[in-house]
């Protein structure tokens, strides 16, 4: 019971004053994030569209947000065994939530137009302004746009409020729940760019000059007709303009118009995978001398063609497709799309030595691209996972006659600006493929994609590749095979003129995948299923399919060559032996399996890779004979027990880059040397004694105080000499102090149901996982790790 004096009740009132007084921000040109402060309830609300709704109880958060990987109430596990996502999503828990968003808009910026834009909720979001409808959008990976203008009040309180349902079965992986990326307000002027209005492409290129095509959409939503001069600049990296361009046009009221402008750089400097340069397209629209609206649109300056004998050409040099799929998620932080844990996928991916992603299966958030233009990897930007037939009860099939157009749209008109895409993929295995009315739809979305942009091959993930899906890849421009290695040379024979990759491939294949592409010049590639491990699909990299509801608790695919929490698996390391020269790596076959195995797999379940670890660690094994395996594209490699040889042999592709070793068990030191002509690699193995200490390292130890900014910090449990201990499960508890949060722990146990949010995690493997977050405030960050017994350690973040 609450009792209430006079004076309290006026100290609520004015606490409850300043708190909507902070909330009140003011909003007045231009395109800005919308992300902070907004209120949250997980479960349903009644009225809650409504602006006279009390959602002062609700949680006060900063987008973007996921709630299926928060904890479920009253527990410290955001998974159940009872979940309807079942195997599928992981165990994880989507439902209904609601998100609701205090604004004002002063009284001075009425006349102007106010655009929402939602970059991706998961899924069936509503949107209201102050109680009415504005926006409905099904789809959960597509971005999308509310016009507010009319509902708008100015100098007054402003609600929106967003309904998300993930309800019921509709996805074969995690998908995430909520506003899972960012939101931005636009707010122009009545004629103004339209959005994605801008389309930059490369007509042509050599070392003197490139002509570039920029159509420019000028919307009039003012009531008059008026003279509009669209001016265009392209501004090199250095923040030189090379050239500009000024076009005008009489704009009939509530019209729009498509500028189409050509213009020329003079000694480009194009868009290759090694420098990834990038120009700056401004987009100016003036009425009379007044700037009405500014945009700049990131870009580079790059040709791409695709045909059987010179396969995928960039800027007219062959390039070869070192691919992986992934999933949109970011493991600890479940499908939260901060821009810096989308960067750090790329980066990390490329020091894997992939140039290529297919994003599956799905359009991925725009930062991600943006990371892809950055860094140099090229991109398979993919629309669905079904169409008009389904693969679960509630998924998009329910909404695709009516948005697939829609949704389409927003794919290539948000990413055609992109150097980093290359294709378009319309779908993943989708069902009945050999009947004549999917093919019609097929060629549907392929003819309406190519109505939207012609720069990028049409592809799709085709499963059971025979002639009886001729037709179906007779939509695309090139043939994206599922799992067909064996049909690349008899296909070929059949259809020399056919392109063909690997849509997905099995990581125990790597290497027979990948000479598939060595060998063959009408095939440009092979992704991988999968570059990067992803919640849901739990175990198919261990007990396979048919999934099943006893797989609990494990919640991870385990099928990635990087594992969830960024870190290299070994058949990472043995693709760095297919890719790179010099490379070498060891591991060791454990006497007894990581885990227990499954009782019946089907035989066509193939995305388990050889049980290794990477340790030298077997007490009790002394004298046993164990199976060393060496990964290596160096000419020939040595191994050596504690200083002792155990001989040499040849590491090339007769062996498939790999040596096997017999090594009677004995602790110390596993050492292997790899020899090429003129380079030796060497790497080492050791047995560590018990667990004495913590070790932190950070991916970056400064940040940007800009509140979403993020530090990962590596857990090592260490024994006293240093080497980490490889089975130290110890639980670490973090503590944190300055302007940052932990938002996310995680160790990549795939069986794992703790919770991914709380300040401790157990180490696995010796390692665990903590992010961290910038707050806007500047300073210090210190991240302390502790463990019973064990020295603790402490690291700092400078936050600029
Ligand atoms: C809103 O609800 C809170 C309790 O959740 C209550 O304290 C407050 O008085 C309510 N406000 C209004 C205006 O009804
Ligand atoms: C914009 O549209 C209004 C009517 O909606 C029209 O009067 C005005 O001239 C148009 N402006 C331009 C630049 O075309
Ligand atoms: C191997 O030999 C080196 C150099 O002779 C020595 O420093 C090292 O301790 C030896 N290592 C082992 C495990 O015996
Ligand atoms: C691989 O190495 C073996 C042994 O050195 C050699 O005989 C063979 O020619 C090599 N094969 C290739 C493809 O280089």
């Not at 570059?531 to 608790?553: R, V």
Request: with cysteine; hydrophobic share 35%.
């Amino acid at each position: 019971m609450l009792r209430l004096s006079g004076n309290s009740l006026i100290t609520v009132l004015i606490v409850l004053c300043v708190v909507n007084a902070a909330l009140a921000q003011e909003y007045r040109k231009g395109r800005m994030l919308f992300d902070d402060h907004w209120r949250f309830h997980r479960g349903a609300a009644q009225d809650a569209e409504h602006s006279g709704f009390n959602d002062s109880s609700w949680r006060v958060l900063n987008l973007p947000h996921d709630w299926s990987i928060e904890d479920l109430p009253g527990t410290h596990s955001p998974f159940d065994l009872n979940a309807i996502s079942q195997v599928s999503g992981g165990f994880t828990v989507g439902g209904t939530g609601w998100y609701r968003k205090h604004f004002t808009v002063d009284s001075t910026q009425k006349g102007k137009r106010f655009v929402l834009a939602f970059d991706g909720v998961y899924m069936n979001a509503e949107v209201w302004l102050n109680g009415k409808s504005v926006s409905k959008h099904p789809y959960g990976y597509t971005s999308f746009q509310a016009d507010i203008t009319d509902r708008l009040k100015y100098g007054q309180d402003n609600i929106i409020s967003v309904k998300v349902r993930n309800e019921g079965e509709n996805s074969r992986w995690y998908s995430g729940s909520g506003i899972y990326r960012h939101v931005w307000l636009t707010i122009t002027e009545p004629v103004h760019l339209a959005q994605w209005g801008v389309a930059v492409s490369t007509t042509s290129l050599d070392t003197a000059a490139a002509r570039l095509q920029v159509m420019t959409k000028v919307t009039n939503e003012s009531t008059q007709a008026q003279q509009i001069h669209l001016s265009t600049h392209i501004i090199d990296k250095q923040g030189k303009e090379q050239v500009s361009m000024e076009s005008i046009k009489e704009i009939a009221p509530g019209a729009s118009f498509l500028f189409n402008q050509d213009l020329q750089v003079n000694h480009p400097v194009a868009w290759n995978l090694a420098t990834a340069y990038l120009y700056r397209v401004v987009s100016e629209v003036y009425i009379g001398t007044q700037l009405v609206d500014r945009q700049e649109t990131t870009t580079g300056i790059r040709l791409i063609s695709f045909d059987a004998v010179n396969g995928f050409r960039l800027n007219g040099e062959t390039v070869k497709l070192k691919g992986g799929c992934v999933h949109h998620d970011n493991g600890p932080l479940g499908a939260v799309a901060y821009d810096r844990a989308e960067e750090r996928k790329v980066e990390l991916l490329k020091a894997a030595g992939y140039n290529a992603v297919r994003c599956a299966h799905n359009p991925p958030s725009p930062a991600f691209l943006d990371a892809c233009d950055r860094l140099g990897m090229l991109v398979i930007d993919e629309a669905f996972d079904c169409w008009e037939g389904g693969k679960n009860q509630l998924d998009y099939h329910i909404w695709f006659k009516e948005w697939w157009q829609k949704d389409l749209e927003s794919m290539v008109l948000r990413d055609r600006n992109h150097p980093s895409v290359i294709m378009w993929s319309t779908g993943n295995e989708i069902p009945n493929r050999d009947k004549p009315e999917v093919v019609a739809v097929a060629k549907k979305l392929s003819d309406y994609i190519r109505s939207l942009d012609t720069t990028r091959a049409i592809t799709c993930g085709v499963n059971g590749i025979e002639e009886n899906k001729d037709p179906f890849i007779a939509t695309l421009d090139v043939a994206g095979y599922n799992y067909a290695l064996a049909q690349y040379e008899p296909d070929h024979k059949r259809l020399p003129n056919r392109v063909v990759f690997a849509t997905e491939s099995f990581p125990s294949q790597s290497f027979e995948y990948w000479m598939g592409v060595a060998d063959h010049p009408w095939v440009i590639g092979d992704f991988v299923w999968t570059a990067w491990d992803y919640i849901g699909e739990a175990s198919i990299g261990w007990l396979g399919y048919p999934q099943k509801q006893d797989f609990y608790p494990w919640n991870l695919a385990y099928c990635g060559d990087i594992d969830v929490c960024g870190w290299k698996r070994p058949q990472s390391y043995y693709r760095d032996a297919l890719w790179k020269p010099n490379q070498l790596s060891l591991f060791v076959k454990p006497p007894r399996p990581s885990f227990d195995t499954a009782t019946h797999k089907e035989d066509w379940s193939h995305w388990d890779y050889d049980d290794l670890v990477n340790h030298w660690n077997f007490a009790g094994q002394e004298n046993k004979p164990l199976q060393v395996v060496v990964y290596s594209s160096c000419d020939e490699v040595e191994l050596f027990l504690n200083n002792k040889s155990l001989g040499t042999k040849p590491t090339n592709r007769s062996t498939k880059f790999m040596a096997i070793f017999e090594v009677p068990y004995q602790a110390g030191e596993l050492k292997a040397i790899g020899r090429s002509p003129l380079l030796r690699s060497y790497r080492a193995l050791y047995t560590a004694s018990q667990p004495a200490e913590l070790r932190l390292t950070a991916d970056r130890t400064t940040i940007q105080a800009n509140g979403q900014d993020l530090s990962y910090i590596t857990v090592e449990v260490a024994d006293k000499n240093g080497p980490t201990v490889p089975n130290a499960e110890n639980l670490v508890h973090f503590s944190i102090k300055g302007p940052g949060s932990i938002i996310g722990v995680g160790n990549a146990n795939p069986r794992s149901v703790e919770s991914c949010q709380l300040p401790e995690r157990k180490a696995w493997h010796g390692k665990c996982l903590a992010i961290i977050k910038s707050d806007k405030k500047a300073g210090d960050i210190t991240i302390t790790a502790t463990a019973a017994g064990l020295s603790p350690a402490s690291l700092i973040i400078q936050s600029k």
